[in-house]
Nanobody, 124 residues
Framework: QVQLVESGGGLVQAGGSLRLSCAAS????????MGWFRQAPGKEREFVAA????????YYADSVKDRFTISRNNAKNTVYLQMNSLKPEDTAVYYC?????????????????WGQGTQVTVSS
């Protein structure tokens, strides 16, 4: 399995931006579909965005479409989540996830490796 470490979370005002990073260890990183999920207090973890191994295809939850962008740099074994126009309802712990597949996934069960999470708090 690949090991994942997220960074870049923090406190931001509504309308602001943050970029999350997820660094992966493992020589086979390019052959992983990658995803971001989030979990708000008292809620279940939900899908945010996903990318195929090449980054050529990306997928988003309706709630973040046109505001968030997932990208990856396979040379650096890193996947990013650029978050713009943040809203208070985006407040959550954000998790990076990997699946050993060329294709992306959208379900938690699609992913076999998870990071520890990074807190994002958006103030109104």
């Amino acid at each position: 399995q690949v090991q994942l470490v997220e960074s870049g979370g923090g406190l931001v005002q509504a309308g602001g931006s943050l970029r999350l990073s997820c660094a992966a260890s493992g020589r086979t990183f390019p052959i992983y579909g990658m995803g971001w999920f989030r979990q708000a207090p008292g809620k279940e973890r939900e899908f945010v965005a996903a990318s195929t191994w090449s980054g050529a295809s990306t997928y988003y939850a309706d709630s973040v479409k046109d505001r968030f962008t997932i990208s990856r740099n396979n040379a650096k074994n890193t996947v990013y989540l650029q978050m713009n126009s943040l809203k208070p309802e985006d407040t959550a712990v954000y998790y990076c996830a990997a699946r050993k597949s060329l294709v992306a996934g959208r379900l938690e069960s699609d992913f076999g490796s998870w990071g520890q999470g990074t807190q994002v708090t958006v103030s109104s």
